[in-house]
C-alpha cells in the first residue's frame, strides 16, 4: 500500500538492526485512550503494536496529522501529542545517547525515507489547508484514498476511513456539521455510497472530481 495520512510508511525494524541495536531502546507500554506527551530529549518512537493518533495541538482546537500503527516511525514536535487508540507498545530510542545506531546504512536510509515520506504528507496538508476550501479538502481527501487504498467493486470503488465523520472533520481542519451535511450531500447525489462503519463506495468517480473543477 502506498502511504498516506491513514497508512504511512513502516519497516521492520527487527530485520534491520543487530540485537545490540535494539538493546538500546526502551520498551515502553500504552492503554487505549493514554496520552504521550513530547519531551525535552529528542527521541525516535517505533511502534511494535497497537494504533495511534497524532494530533497537532493550537489554543483549544485539535489538528490530527496521522495514524500510526505497526513498524511506523516519529519524532514528535513539541506541540504535538499522540493518542493511543488501542493497546500499544512503542520503541523509543534517546537519539542523543546512541547515535551509533545510525552507522546501520540499511536503518540509517529507512528512517530518512520514512520522514522523507511523513514530509511529503505534511507539505500536503499544508497546501490543502492554505489552498482549498472545505468542500476541496474533503474531496482531495476521499480522491487520495480512493487512489493508495480503494478496492474496485462492481458498484465502484470501496474505501475504508478508518475513522468517524467527527475524526475526518478534525483531521481536514473543518467543523464536523460542514462534514457530516457535505457527506450527506454527496450521498444524495449518489456520487458516494455507505456500506458500513466508516466505508463507503465512490459510485461516480467523474462527478466527485468535478468538484475540484
Not at 35 to 43: D, G, M, N, R, V
Not at 83 to 112: I, R, Y
Not at 161 to 181: E, H, N, P, Y
Amino acid at each position: 500500500m502506498k502511504f498516506c495520512r491513514i497508512k504511512i510508511d513502516s519497516f521492520d525494524i527487527e530485520k534491520i538492526l543487530s540485537k545490540e541495536d535494539l538493546s538500546k531502546f526502551v520498551k515502553m507500554h500504552f492503554k487505549k485512550g493514554e496520552i504521550f506527551y513530547p519531551e525535552e530529549k529528542t527521541k525516535l518512537l517505533i511502534f511494535k503494536e497497537g494504533e495511534a493518533k497524532v494530533s497537532f495541538l493550537y489554543e483549544d482546537k485539535e489538528f490530527i496529522l496521522y495514524f500510526l500503527s505497526k513498524n511506523n516511525i516519529y519524532v514528535m514536535h513539541p506541540e504535538s501529542i499522540i493518542e493511543f487508540l488501542s493497546d500499544s507498545v512503542v520503541l523509543s530510542l534517546d537519539v542523543t545517547k546512541h547515535p551509533a545506531v545510525f552507522d546501520n546504512p540499511m536503518f540509517c536510509n529507512s528512517v530518512l525515507n520514512s520522514f522523507r515520506n511523513i514530509m511529503m504528507v505534511e507539505k500536503d496538508i499544508i497546501k490543502g489547508l492554505v489552498f482549498e476550501n472545505c468542500k476541496r479538502r474533503i474531496i482531495s481527501f476521499l480522491l487520495e484514498i480512493a487512489k493508495k487504498s480503494g478496492k474496485k467493486t462492481d458498484e465502484g470503488i470501496e474505501i475504508d476511513l478508518s475513522l468517524s465523520i467527527k475524526d475526518l472533520a478534525t483531521f481536514i481542519g473543518s467543523q464536523r456539521q460542514t462534514t457530516s451535511k457535505f457527506f450527506n450531500q454527496l450521498i444524495k447525489e449518489k456520487i458516494l455510497k455507505k456500506i458500513g462503519k466508516d466505508k463507503y463506495i465512490i459510485i461516480d468517480m467523474k462527478k466527485l472530481k468535478n468538484y475540484l473543477q
